[in-house]
């Protein structure tokens, strides 16, 4: 690393102002502390300094990440040979994913970085870290069929109109990656309906088996065919049709973990958002209407992209709840309007992205609210001390 140091070190002065690129020194700033942490330090004032900056943070929850990528990787060859009937090793089922995968994360981040990099360019700012995350999050929350160019369009719209007219990262009211989703899903509804969403592209032109079903249990669902559904153990491990990273709860949970540990997620949004998911998943129990509402509400947990929200969009510490208070309730209220959207509206068989993007707009409210109860508390503990 010290041989890399000193040719960073080298190129540095013709980036800084007077050097032959200084029109560039954001671009190279961006890539120098992606590569170590910066040596920029505070001369007065009390600060806690360490080696873990906003790029190291980002890069912990990319780690985090893996378990469902890798997963994601060999469930879509599994669904891919499952579907014609044809005998695969574990490594082929894995390759034929990672090569499938491998496109939608390159256009995620070519895409995002480069209108990130144009607009810090334009700005005269550094370059922001938050895409690190964001550009792998992306393609794990769309089906694996999804065309590129479609992609592209909902990558672009979600930085430009979700981060950038904001103020970039740290601004935005949104979270990005769902923002992308949301495009996907209301501009070309048939690719994200949670019908079918896994084998319609991988099987064109092959012979699908006799009985094999591309159908998401949220498809099953929304459909009333609860009798369809695969086991809560299947659906737990997720070799189940499904967006890339959403179907194993089981590498969720592993991710889940890393953030944990190192302190990087929250886990009082995490357990809260389960928390609402079963209490309201306990309260359509009572009512039973359909056989949907009949439905178990540990069901809801494995199916669909419940566990990835919980974990990676709802624990987004830009566009969630800040106080500590707020977070229980953001997140309560997250994982309470994921099962009702499910249950209740058929058309938006996925209602964990509609529940996260809906929290999101309120979260400042909630920080407002708690912030005020704070006060009021404390001037009024003030006034029975000088009593």
């Known amino acids: 690393m010290s041989s890399l140091r000193k040719k960073v070190d080298k190129l540095k002065p013709h980036f800084i102002e007077g050097g032959r690129f200084q029109k560039l020194r954001s671009v190279f700033e961006g890539f120098e502390s992606f590569l170590f942490v910066p040596?920029?330090?505070?001369?007065?004032?009390?600060?806690?300094?360490?080696?873990?900056?906003?790029?190291?943070?980002?890069?912990?929850?990319?780690?985090?990440?893996?378990?469902?990528?890798?997963?994601?990787c060999y469930n879509t060859g599994l669904q891919h040979f499952s579907s014609t009937g044809t005998d695969a090793t574990l490594l082929h089922m894995f390759w034929y994913g990672f090569l499938?995968?491998?496109?939608?994360?390159?256009?995620?981040?070519?895409?995002?970085l480069g209108i990130e990099f144009t607009a810090a360019q334009i700005r005269g700012h550094e370059i922001?870290?938050?895409?690190?995350?964001?550009?792998?999050?992306?393609?794990l929350i769309m089906?694996?069929?999804?065309?590129l160019w479609m992609l592209a369009l909902a990558t672009a719209f979600a930085v430009i109109l979700g981060k950038e007219v904001f103020g970039g990262t740290g601004m935005n009211i949104f979270n990005p990656a769902l923002l992308a989703r949301a495009f996907i899903f209301f501009s070309y509804p048939g690719w994200m309906t949670g019908d079918k969403v896994w084998t319609d592209g991988l099987t064109a032109g092959?012979?699908?088996?006799?009985?094999?079903?591309?159908a998401t249990p949220l498809a099953f669902c929304a459909q009333g065919e609860i009798e369809k559904l695969p086991s809560v153990l299947k659906m737990f491990i997720g070799t189940i049709p499904g967006s890339v990273g959403e179907t194993s709860t089981l590498a969720i949970l592993l991710g889940a973990l890393i953030l944990l540990i190192t302190g990087t997620g929250s886990w009082k949004i995490m357990l809260s958002v389960f928390a609402g998911g079963l209490f309201m998943g306990l309260?359509?129990?009572?009512?039973?209407?359909?056989?949907?509402?009949?439905l178990p509400f540990y069901y809801h947990f494995v199916m669909g992209g419940f566990a990835f929200g919980a974990v990676f969009m709802a624990t987004d510490p830009v566009s969630g709840a800040q106080t500590e208070k707020g977070k229980w309730i953001y997140g309560f209220l997250t994982g309470l309007f994921s099962v009702l959207f499910r249950v209740l509206n058929p058309a938006y068989p996925e209602g964990?992205?509609?529940?996260?993007?809906?929290?999101?707009?309120?979260?400042?409210?909630?920080?407002?609210?708690?912030?005020?109860?704070?006060?009021?508390?404390?001037?009024?503990?003030?006034?029975?001390?000088?009593?």
Do not use: C, W
């Open 128 to 139: 922001n870290e938050g895409f690190l995350v964001t550009g792998l999050l992306i393609p």
């Open 100 to 112: 499938r995968i491998l496109p939608l994360i390159v256009v995620s981040y070519v895409v995002g």
């Open 283 to 294: 309260l359509l129990n009572l009512f039973s209407a359909n056989s949907y509402m009949e």
């Open 143 to 147: 089906p694996i069929d999804v065309p």
């Open 206 to 214: 092959l012979n699908v088996v006799d009985g094999y079903s591309g």
């Open 39 to 72: 040596d920029k330090v505070t001369f007065k004032g009390s600060h806690i300094r360490d080696n873990i900056d906003l790029k190291r943070t980002m890069i912990i929850v990319v780690i985090a990440l893996v378990p469902a990528l890798l997963f994601g």
């Open 352 to 387: 964990v992205m509609l529940a996260i993007l809906l929290m999101n707009l309120f979260a400042p409210l909630i920080d407002h609210f708690v912030i005020q109860s704070n006060i009021k508390r404390r001037i009024k503990r003030a006034q029975v001390a000088t009593n």
